[in-house]
């Protein structure tokens, strides 16, 4: 069966996290660059605010006074500065035009600041002129000086970034030569894109990480149809560049990077790999226990209801297809007799699902009275809280499907086993059992791995009250 060739030992706990803590390769030449920007502009602010308090026209008041006030000064100005992504690499910071914007806007601001502070005393407007003009001078003189200093160093090799091509070989010197253009890469290999195959993925990834990879340039052809890829990238710490093609192409998580005047592509690698999947995890496991806890009478209740209403167990235990194809007992409330199963066979000429991949049936006889009333409000699912608190599940994501489900599944659905499995996501909010075929479902998840934040989730939970209470698609 399909499911039992992929293997299941070490691998990551979800396609989403790191295997250790893995800091963005490159973090301590960018940090060294934005160190020296900021230097250089806060030298540059405060030698332009003390010769305009020299040579203006002075005026008593707290800023010609104080000290601290240079300080103030500093931060609003900066804090112009770096709101214009001014710090960032690249033709960002060598944007004059803006440079000079923020420096303007935070002097008008600074003249707000001081009306609000005290009306009658800021600086004479010789003083306010002469500081405009010395700070647009300095700091764009700064980063002319760092940016012919940065070019020297690189010319004899220094401060360039470690990169490798994955790329179609019929596209390979045209893009070395492209990326050469910029002068600021060392270019350490170049490998074809079967590398991101599946059978190739781990052991491209592990020598990247072994050769001190800081960022790596990938066709549009080569990850087109992999688009989840770019989730190992990040979870390496990798900077991932999609080489520009004559076609439209969009990424939800990508942004926008000049190589000279030829945008391209960029799914940046996050601070700390891995770090957002963990802060999901940490609130999966407390809100399960919050909702375990908040929930425990309407369990008792439920438990009740099922007792009464038939024969049988009160909780419903299956096999499920879990996360890296790993069996686990899913938990539900049960809703059908107690031989629910083996009356399946009989029933999958009733199947309403087109592909027969799953099973779904609108008025399924084998469902009880309470069942049928747990499943239009979604009340079996509660005890899947249990399974989140076991690490089996997370509160969003795939659904996990039985091993009949699995055992039909073509190689592309198997992305969807690369993530933890999920109570609800966004196969429930955009249909739930009105979805006809199996790869409406399949794209759907793959829509979710690909876009996946913190905030998609929140999202797809609200969503989930929504539809719950609505009863949309529910039998």
């Known amino acids: 069966m399909a499911y039992r060739s992929l293997p299941v030992v070490n691998l990551r706990p979800d396609l989403r996290s790191a295997k250790g803590a893995n800091l963005k390769k490159g973090i301590a030449v960018r940090f060294l660059r934005v160190i020296t920007l900021v230097s250089l502009d806060m030298i540059a602010l405060s030698l332009a605010w003390t010769l305009a308090i020299n040579f203006g026209t002075f005026l ?21 500065i ?7 690499p690249g033709i960002y910071r060598r944007n004059y035009t803006a440079l000079i914007k923020a420096v303007t806007l935070s002097e008008i601001f600074l003249l707000l600041i001081a009306f609000l502070y005290e009306p009658d005393g800021y600086v004479s407007r010789s003083s306010f002129l002469i500081s405009w003009l010395l700070s647009v001078t300095f ?47 060392t270019l350490e290999g170049v490998v074809d894109s079967e590398s991101l195959d599946r059978e190739n993925r781990e052991a491209t990834f592990e020598f990247l990480k072994r ?33 520009p093609t004559t076609d439209r192409i969009y990424h939800p998580k990508s942004t926008l990077w000049k190589i000279g005047n030829i945008p391209c592509l960029t799914i940046p690698a996050p601070i700390i790999a891995g ?55 899913i938990w539900k409330f049960r809703t059908m007799v107690t031989n629910a199963e083996k009356l399946q066979a009989n029933l999958e000429a009733e199947n309403e699902i087109k592909d027969g991949v799953l099973f779904k049936m609108k008025d399924d006889p084998r469902i009880t009275k309470v069942g049928k009333f747990l499943r239009l409000y979604s009340l079996d699912e509660l005890p899947q809280l249990f399974n989140v608190l076991l690490g089996d599940m997370s509160l969003v994501g795939p659904r996990p499907l039985p091993l009949r489900d699995v055992e039909k599944f073509q190689p592309p659905h198997f992305i969807r086993q690369e993530v933890l499995p999920g109570i609800t996501g966004l196969w429930q909010v955009s249909g739930r059992s009105n979805i006809e075929k199996f790869e409406d479902a399949v794209k759907l998840d793959i829509n979710y791995i690909e876009n996946w934040s913190i905030l998609l989730d929140m ?5 989930t009250i929504r539809v719950v209470l609505q009863k949309t698609g529910a039998y």
């Open 60 to 80: 008593e008041s707290p800023w010609t006074k104080k000290p601290s006030f240079i300080l103030l000064i500093l931060i609003v100005s900066i804090g112009m």
């Open 211 to 243: 050769q001190g990879i800081v960022e790596t340039f990938v066709s549009w052809n080569a990850i087109k149809n992999r688009l989840y890829i770019c989730w190992h990238f990040q979870t390496a710490g990798i900077t991932l560049r999609i080489l």
């Open 275 to 329: 770090s957002d999947f963990w802060i999901k995890r940490c609130f999966d496991l407390c809100c399960s226990i919050v909702l375990l806890i908040l929930f425990s009478p309407l369990y008792l209740l439920i438990a009740l209801l099922v007792k009464l209403d038939s024969p049988g167990p009160i909780f419903f235990r299956q096999e499920r297809i879990g996360l890296h194809c790993k069996k686990f007992k």
């Open 459 to 463: 999202r797809i939970l609200l969503q």
């Open 82 to 88: 770096a709101t214009k992504s001014l710090y960032s």
């Open 139 to 185: 700091t764009c003189t700064g980063r002319l000086i760092f940016d012919f200093s940065t070019k020297l160093l690189r010319k004899k090799g220094a401060i360039r970034y470690p990169i490798f091509v994955i790329t179609d070989p019929e596209d390979r010197d045209d893009y070395v030569r492209f990326i050469q253009k910029e002068n600021c890469y």
